[in-house]
């Protein structure tokens, strides 16, 4: 396989020029299979997508996510077509449960789905598409990295509206589903590199009642009168119930690890109660810190994310790569700024190309090992088409 | 970065999950995910109840708990061998990768550990290809959450070893009141087939049929002896097995080879035989392939007796798994032949039938007897108190001039009107002093489950729904169901005077008895309130007549 025909931009998705993309690669993948990556706009284009896959008799997986980047921007029409040259072991998991007691047996059976395809290498990465309105994602993945351990390398990301509408955004070639997981295991793979490059400020705070993604206390105080304290006095901003989703998402929260390193948790709603809600669940007694966008690194993260890329598979210059930008992050950097890390990503790294899309929540670790986490506002990268990664 | 800060945090954040737990299992798991979480490191191991340190240079120490590692995972209570420069000593961080050759399997090499140990009685190792970033002393900081975390797996094994003496008390007692169910429903449903029977070889045939489908035991069948030269026994019925089958079997009532199988011997000597494994016992011998083939591991084989005393046949009946009848069951499924002895000799003589309904509600009354004291040997304090209720209760209804019929089957109900109590740990039965609301919440389930354990059993009365009622007050203020009047049976109405005043004249756990005036002013006071008006007013009568309770 040529290094840099595995990942297809379309800008128009059009009936004919699927049919044409899908007809050429099977030209040279008899086996394969498709992963399409979708913006929230051409939603209605799965039926159609389906379709043309069950004609052509390409096994067929995707996600539909707030928009896609391509070419060093954000776009909210056509499709990333990404080829597998054979279609890997994929489900579908509709209407995860929420209720703790409900969690284990339903991780158990994912397991046992998952564990007879492992096969021997152990260069294999668990893909997870989540849809974002999941709100245990965390608890979720703990649960799976006790089944399946370093069994697998962990990437991911999330799905869905960016105005988080719930709405059906995981499909294979016959269904279309919400509140599910869409698993695929890749191999051999080696893997994704996540970087955010927040700096954490000195001061920390204990989230000291929590229920899943709401915070409900800090400093066994109503959440949000914390909130506002700790944004006055660390960059002198008023934040009010007004003013707080125009403000929240440029503060959001980081939770410290004794590591040193940051999870970032983006509050999106506000209660009546004082009590926020955040993209991400939010363990009891978590140290928490006020992260804020200009101690964004973009250079430093970039640089990061390429030398981490470089450690997981060699140099990226002239392969393709896969990309998840989180939506929290474009809103907290602006478009302009987003597109420049963008730019930066496709100069630094030397890609042939880069396919992505914007994500609500991000998968995986920092090192190529360990314990798998959920993050927001963090870039995801991974080589895509490689047979090696 | 406030360094301190963040540790306390981190430390309160751990002993909170560790304090959260209750069983080792998941308290250890915790342990390990707060751990890799906070630290970076893969993979996590525990190891409890290390041996002594002999100066040996490996130690033989059990896999109690793993994170992260799909291999080690696999061997979770298993016993490793292992290097003791690894497991013991002090908290350490180490690169290390020859110490730590023996964890490292396909696809995964360790060259880092963090040492943890938990008081003297285990350790935690995490583990890493590298060690991971951190700015903190991790050797340090969790040494408090390890003393923690010794002194919270003492407690949780505390807690499941409590626990599992209350769940294994109260499943022996399950067990013992299933056996019994299932052959009291074999029974009342036996009855029904004798009281409609018209035909001897139907009445068989269905009695096989009910033992099998509803007592759901393996096989049923039904051998006549035949006075022939080679006093052969011959099938006459069966269900859960080929007739075609059975018929080839070679079974003979004679005293030789095919004669020692527990129908032929019951036959013989007129006594019930029981073979607790077919496959294995010597008696069985000649038939042990067939058993193995249809799963008839236990045998019950029980006489059939004409009016002179003699054994004209047998009932067999076959469970698939060995050792399957217990004493109350044999006793209960003895009175099932006993009845089709008589069913099938009354067919033969029609003129019987009368005397056969009295044993037949014999039968029913010698269970509902053997249920009652199935609860009563299990809860001390409360015995006798359903028999008392029983008599006090018979004696309200014939003070109200209730029919006999409708008395008897009352006192029946009082006999067994708390048999749910099986349902509920002794130990909450026979606590002194006042109870939680959960365990309260507990005693009060014992009406439901009396309503299931007896609702399929047919009897001539509505015993399981007196049983269900019988804490239903005249309000609506009682349970399970909230009833009120006239929705509440005059038969259950009786029962709950009775019970009311037999509990608070008898001795309790929690206090003394209060005597018979306290027992009265009580259901006085609340006369047409909680009680049913009429039904204290007859109480109050039976006692001036003269009622005593033993």
């Given amino acids: ?389 | 970065m406030n360094h301190e800060q963040q540790i306390l945090t981190i430390l309160y954040q751990m002993d909170m999950a560790i304090g959260g737990e209750v069983s080792v299992k998941p308290l250890l798991t915790r342990t390990l995910q707060q751990l890799l979480y906070h630290t970076s490191f893969p993979a996590g191991l525990v190891f409890l109840d290390l041996p002594p340190d002999t100066g040996a240079p490996t130690v033989d120490a059990r896999l109690e708990a793993v994170v992260g590692d799909f291999e080690l995972g696999e061997n979770i209570g298993h016993t490793l061998t292992l290097p003791a420069a690894l497991l013991r000593g002090g908290h350490e961080l180490r690169e290390d990768p020859a110490l730590l050759a023996a964890l490292s399997a396909k696809g995964n090499t360790y060259a880092a550990f963090l040492r943890l140990p938990i008081d003297s009685n285990g350790v935690i190792l995490l583990l890493s290809p590298k060690i991971p970033h951190s700015e903190l002393p991790l050797t340090r900081i969790f040494q408090p959450v390890m003393a923690n975390l010794g002194k919270a797996i003492l407690l949780c094994r505390h807690h499941e070893a409590y626990t599992a003496g209350l769940v294994s008390e109260r499943d022996v007692a399950w067990e013992k009141l299933r056996k019994v169910n299932r052959a009291l429903k074999t029974l009342s449903s036996g009855n029904e087939v004798l009281v409609r029977a018209t035909e001897e070889s139907a009445l068989l045939q269905e009695m096989c049929r009910v033992v099998v489908e509803v007592g759901g035991y393996h096989v049923a069948w039904v051998g006549y002896a035949q006075h022939d030269a080679q006093q052969s026994v011959l099938p006459m019925a069966q269900h859960g097995i080929d007739g075609e089958q059975l018929g080839k079997l070679r079974f003979s009532w004679a005293d030789d080879e095919f004669g020692r199988g527990p129908t032929e011997a019951a036959i013989r000597s007129g006594e019930q035989q029981f073979i607790a494994d077919a496959y294995t016992d010597p008696r069985f011998a000649p038939w042990h392939a067939v058993a193995i083939e249809s799963r008839c591991a236990s045998i019950l084989a029980l006489p059939l007796m004409d009016s002179e005393g003699q054994a004209f046949g047998a009932i067999t009946i076959d469970a698939a798994e060995a050792n399957a009848f217990d004493e109350e069951e044999i006793r209960l499924l003895r009175e099932l032949a006993n009845d089709l002895s008589y069913g099938i000799v009354n067919l033969r003589n029609r003129t019987e039938r009368r005397r056969s309904t009295a044993q037949l509600h014999k039968g029913l009354e010698d269970a509902l007897q053997a249920i009652a004291a199935t609860v009563e040997m299990r809860d001390p304090y409360t015995a006798g108190h359903q028999r008392r209720v029983a008599r006090l209760a018979e004696a309200i209804a014939t003070e109200l001039g209730l029919p006999q019929e409708r008395i008897h089957g009352i006192r029946l109900a009082g006999t067994v009107h708390d048999v749910g109590k099986i349902g509920v740990p002794a130990e909450i039965l026979s606590k002194p002093g006042l109870l939680s609301v959960i365990e309260f919440n507990l005693i009060k389930q014992h009406p439901s489950i009396g309503y299931e354990i007896l609702k399929e059993v047919e009897f001539p009365w509505p015993i399981a729904q007196m049983v269900r009622s019988h804490h239903e007050r005249q309000n609506g203020s009682g349970y399970p169901d909230g009833l009120q009047g006239e929705e509440i049976l005059l038969d259950t109405r009786i029962i709950a005077v009775a019970d009311v005043v037999e509990a608070m004249f008898s001795y309790r756990p929690y206090r003394p008895g209060l005597g018979m005036q306290a027992a009265l002013n009580e259901i006085v006071s609340h006369r047409g309130v909680l009680y049913d008006a009429q039904v204290v007013d007859a109480c109050l009568r039976v006692v001036e007549q003269g009622f005593k309770f033993d």
């Avoid at chain 1, 003013?243 to 509050?267: C, D, E, K, S, W």
């Avoid at chain 1, 709603?269 to 669940?281: H, I, P, R, Y």
Wanted: aromatic letters at 8%; proline letters at 6%; glycine letters at 8%.
């Fill in chain 1, 1 to 389: 396989m040529t290094s840099t025909n595995t990942a297809r931009y379309l800008p128009s998705l059009e009936e004919n020029f699927l049919d044409e993309q899908l007809v050429a690669w099977q030209a040279e993948q008899p086996k394969m299979g498709v992963l399409v990556l979708l913006p929230e706009a051409e939603r209605d284009a799965v039926p159609r997508i389906q379709q043309v896959c069950a004609r052509r008799q390409v096994p067929v997986v995707g996600a539909v996510f707030p928009a896609l980047t391509e070419g060093g921007v954000f776009r909210t029409q056509g499709a990333w077509l990404l080829r597998f040259d054979e279609m890997p072991y994929a489900a579908l998991y509709p209407d995860l449960p929420r209720e703790p007691e409900k969690i284990p047996a339903a991780l158990d059976a994912i397991a046992a789905d998952i564990k007879p395809h492992l096969g021997g290498s152990h260069d294999t990465t668990l893909f997870l598409l989540f849809d974002a309105m999941v709100p245990n994602i965390a608890t979720l993945l703990d649960e799976l990295y006790l089944r399946i351990a370093n069994r697998v390398h962990y990437m991911g990301a999330n799905a869905g509206s960016e105005s988080f509408k719930p709405m059906p955004c995981l499909f294979d070639g016959a269904s279309i589903i919400q509140n599910g997981v869409l698993a695929l295991l890749l191999q051999p793979h080696r893997g994704a590199v996540l970087e955010h490059g927040y700096a954490a400020p000195t001061q920390t705070l204990t989230a000291t009642s929590t229920e899943g993604n709401r915070i409900l206390q800090i400093d066994w105080r109503p959440a949000f009168e914390v909130y506002q304290e700790m944004a006055r006095a660390q960059y002198g901003v008023e934040i009010d119930r007004q003013n707080f989703y125009q403000y929240a998402v440029h503060f959001p929260f980081g939770i410290l690890r004794a590591n040193g390193m940051t999870l970032v948790r983006i509050p999106v709603a506000l209660e009546q109660d004082g009590s926020l809600f955040c993209v991400g669940e939010v363990p009891p007694n978590a140290l928490l810190t006020l992260l804020k966008a200009p101690a964004v690194d973009s250079a430093h993260t970039i640089d990061r994310l390429t030398e981490g890329l470089q450690e997981l598979g060699g140099s990226p210059a002239g392969q393709e790569l896969l990309l998840f930008y989180c939506a929290g992050r474009r809103l907290h950097l602006g478009i302009e700024a987003a597109q420049n890390e963008l730019r930066l990503l496709a100069q630094r790294s030397q890609a042939a190309q880069i396919a992505g899309a914007l994500s609500l929540g991000e998968i995986g670790g920092s090192t190529q090992w360990g314990y798998p986490l959920f993050h927001n506002a963090t870039l995801v990268a991974s080589y895509w088409g490689r047979s090696d990664t």
